[in-house]
């Protein structure tokens, strides 16, 4: 365990067993459709790689980037920084994210690419923290990894100040990490 870490909330154990059967359900509910992922940049990198390499059905991969900062602040509104390349309309898309938290930057998602007009448009999150959300968020998860209590968590993607994405576990920092 890394010396800033405070307590691993989630194992790589933990983590293999549930993408396999994340994978294996998506598989299974996807048989036979035109499938394409939309990974959104980038702390779902990694639990993207692992996910799709457990769907066993054909299928495409495609990315977006969204934003509401500009340099450390946020603007409140969404900005698209880089769009998805595939043409949706018509297709089985699901929706790779790292955390559902407010449910801010998932509801933008959502409906932008369902603006697209895929043939269906699903979730499925990593982490899910309920306890966050805005009142008044639409959108839900329809494939969860984990839900987890409301604690700021890094690892397995997940950053603070763009440090520990590459941890194999899911961890919750020291409070003096932060400080640092």
């Known amino acids: 365990m ?51 390499r457990a769907v066993d059905l054909p299928c495409e991969f495609d990315f977006m980037w969204i934003s509401s900062y500009q340099g450390t602040s946020s603007t409140g509104s969404m900005v698209v920084k880089r769009d998805v390349s595939a043409d949706l309309k018509g297709r089985h898309v699901v929706i790779l994210e790292d955390i559902f938290d407010t449910g801010n930057s998932l509801e933008f998602t959502y409906n932008h690419l369902l603006a697209k007009e895929p043939a269906s448009l699903r979730i499925c999150t990593f982490l899910d923290k309920p306890e966050r959300r805005r009142a008044g968020v639409s959108v839900r998860a329809d494939y969860t990894g984990f839900t987890i209590p409301n604690e700021f968590v890094v690892g397995y993607g997940m950053d603070f100040n763009e440090k520990y994405r590459n941890l194999p576990y899911i961890g919750v920092l020291k409070p003096e990490a932060y400080e640092k």
């Open 2 to 52: 890394h010396s800033n870490i405070q307590k691993v909330l989630i194992s790589q154990e933990q983590i293999k067993a549930r993408v396999a059967e994340l994978g294996a359900q998506i598989a299974k509910d996807y048989q036979g459709k035109d499938l394409v992922f939309v990974g959104v940049l980038k702390g779902v990198v990694v639990f993207f790689s692992d996910l799709v």
